[in-house]
């Protein structure tokens, strides 16, 4: 696994960061274990977030005595002053720590939010008042519109940027990791597996490894999945292999959904999912995760043919930004469950 200088920071940091987000889903005593042996493996970054139900808790719970020995990050999605900085100290008192390395604005996807947050009652004062007291070390943010987040570091405001960056969403190259990497940016990327749909597993980490990211944020729920996760990470990637991941990408990619929610869909058909899996379905076939989600999803993606308001326009295209073909997508989805 690799170190680099993280950033403006001087923390030496592990190309592998530790995903807490799905560890409120398992017993505590096998998210524990998965924790420690990551410390044990040599992953010092651990991401979470006060929105990932109790994970903060368990963190706190499971590894705060080893503190010293990990870079912890962690999100608030509050917008205004008052909440953020609430919510601040209810995550440090979670996590038994007395300071976070970072702090991100979480899930930051619209201009009127982004200006609510940068505003004089917005929550960036609150991460700024925790920083000046010593409780958050640097400031960071996250969100689903490459584009929109490139625009957003540029006034230099952040330490950190968080980003999906896989085979099947490969946009964050365009303009926003050049954009970081100018400002000297901590780069994060995360969901390697974009949710559980991307395989082969080792292919999928490989590809954020052979890019220019500091650290990869791959959530994990067991030994074995670290050792997996870790296993993929072991040798670095070469041009010719790094060259095929791109192309790959360009491939995978080809759908165009950043995953930023701005659709829905009156009848219940989970469009980015669908959108995003639907290239590395027909060419990779799907993980056990994959096949439950279009299992679930069977009765709304075939309904979608016969949803009389969008038969003239459909509603979930009208709420795109990207002006993507959402209806086709799920209708050939329709056709591969059939
Ligand atoms: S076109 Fe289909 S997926 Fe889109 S909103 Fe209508 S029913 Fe839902
Ligand atoms: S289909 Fe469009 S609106 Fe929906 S998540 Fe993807 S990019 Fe966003």
Redesign the pocket.
């Given at each position: 696994m690799r170190y680099s200088t993280f950033g403006k920071s001087d923390f030496q940091v592990s190309s592998l960061g530790f995903g807490a987000m799905n560890l409120p889903g398992v017993a505590f005593e096998q998210a524990r274990e998965a924790l420690h042996y990551a410390l044990d493996h040599g992953i010092n970054y651990i991401d979470t977030a006060a929105a990932y139900r109790n994970s903060e808790e368990i963190i706190g719970a499971a590894i705060s005595h080893r503190r010293k020995e990990f870079f912890l990050a962690t999100k608030t999605n509050k917008r205004d002053y008052a909440s953020a900085k609430e919510e601040i100290n209810n995550s440090l008192q979670r996590m038994k720590t007395d300071h976070v390395d970072l702090l991100q604005i979480h899930y930051l996807n619209y201009v009127q939010e982004f200006k609510q947050v940068m505003g004089e009652n917005g929550a960036y004062q609150a991460a700024l008042e925790a920083q000046r007291e010593g409780k958050v070390r640097h400031i960071g943010l996250t969100g689903h519109r490459p584009e929109l987040l490139a625009r957003w570091i540029s006034k230099g405001q952040f330490d950190q940027v968080l980003f999906h960056l896989n085979l099947a969403q490969p946009f964050a190259l365009q303009e926003l990791i050049p954009a970081a990497t100018e400002q000297n940016m901590m780069k994060v990327a995360m969901k390697p597996l974009s949710g559980g749909f991307i395989q082969p597993v080792e292919t999928a980490i490989r590809y954020p490894y052979s890019q220019d990211v500091h650290v990869i944020i791959s959530g994990m729920v067991s030994v074995n999945e670290v050792q997996e996760n870790i296993a993929a990470m072991e040798r670095e990637v070469g041009q010719g292999e790094r060259e095929e991941l791109q192309q790959l990408a360009v491939e995978l990619g080809g759908h165009n959904c950043r995953r930023c929610n701005y659709?829905?869909?009156?009848?219940?058909?989970t469009?980015p999912d669908?959108m995003i899996s639907s290239k590395i379905r027909d060419k990779f076939g799907l993980l056990q995760k994959g096949k439950d989600f279009y299992h679930k999803q069977k009765e709304?993606?075939l309904?979608?043919?016969d949803?009389e308001?969008?038969r003239e326009k459909?509603?979930?295209?009208q709420k795109c930004p990207y002006h993507l073909p959402?209806?086709q997508v799920?209708?050939s989805s329709a056709a591969y469950l059939a």
């Open positions: 659709c829905s869909c009156p009848i219940g058909v469009i669908v709304a993606i309904s979608c043919a949803y308001p969008c459909p509603l979930c295209e959402m209806r799920i209708q």
